[in-house]
T-cell receptor, first 115, second 114 residues
Framework: GAGVSQSPSNKVTEKGKDVELRCDPI?????LYWYRQSLGQGLEFLIY????????KSGLPSDRFSAERTGGSVSTLTIQRTQQEDSAVYLC?????????????FGSGTRLTVV | GNSVTQMEGPVTLSEEAFLTINCTYT??????LFWYVQYPGEGLQLLLK?????DKGSNKGFEATYRKETTSFHLEKGSVQVSDSAVYFC?????????????FGAGTRLFVKA
């Protein structure tokens, strides 16, 4: 697509429920990234994909968080048994692969509120 | 580990004032450096970048020079406008990951008054 698309744009869920967040990157971008932005905070790295594999999962906060990417395209971030501290804006970005980082294109994010 | 430190905000300026937002970094190797901007209600956008020492990135009247000797990448604009009000993030690509993972600073909010 023309840009990075994330859905839903807003999600309110009850504590303890599971949620799935979706990211559709720019067509042809092989690298995909998930970040989390809490209120008034910077961006916290969660995970990145190169194709369908995830070389770096170091930012996932706990084993309640998981992510997958299929077909080198769409990615899903799943949070199980949500907690109130999971409330944040979850941002997805993509970039073309290569030997240099040319910068990311970000989606508009999913605002998750756990009540 | 690698990190980015930028000046705390908010920064409040009058229209046509000179802007500097300080950014320093810690990294092994030779990272690329970036400034991203987040306008109210919008997603992050790449503003400018520099890939090696002494490079100057520029866009929309903003500039930043990659200073390896001071490990800095300060953002400057000669005359700000109300429309520049946004949150600005300094960032570096982590060379340890082949250049793909980006580490962001905490962001600096800029308010420009008419």
């Amino acid at each position: 697509g023309a840009g990075v698309s994330q859905s839903p744009s807003n999600k309110v869920t009850e504590k303890g429920k599971d949620v799935e967040l979706r990211c559709d990157p720019i067509s042809g971008h092989t690298a995909l990234y998930w970040y989390r932005q809490s209120l008034g905070q910077g961006l916290e790295f969660l995970i990145y994909f190169q194709g369908n594999s995830a070389p770096d999962k170091s930012g996932l906060p706990s084993d309640r968080f998981s992510a997958e990417r299929t077909g080198g395209s769409v990615s899903t971030l799943t949070i199980q048994r949500t907690q109130q501290e999971d409330s944040a804006v979850y941002l997805c970005a993509s970039s073309s692969s290569g030997t240099e980082n040319y910068g990311y294109t970000f989606g508009s994010g999913t605002r998750l509120t756990v009540v | 580990g690698n990190s980015v430190t930028q000046m705390e905000g908010p920064v409040t300026l009058s229209e046509e004032a000179f802007l500097t937002i300080n950014c320093t970094y810690t990294a092994t190797g030779y990272p690329s450096l970036f400034w991203y901007v987040q306008y109210p209600g919008e997603g992050l956008q790449l503003l400018l970048k520099a890939t090696k020492a002494d490079d100057k990135g520029s866009n929309k009247g903003f500039e930043a020079t990659y200073r390896k000797e001071t490990t800095s990448f300060h953002l400057e604009k000669g005359s700000v406008q109300v429309s520049d009000s946004a949150v600005y993030f300094c960032a570096l690509s982590d060379p340890g990951t082949g250049g793909f993972k980006t580490i962001f600073g905490a962001g600096t909010r800029l308010f420009v008054k008419a």
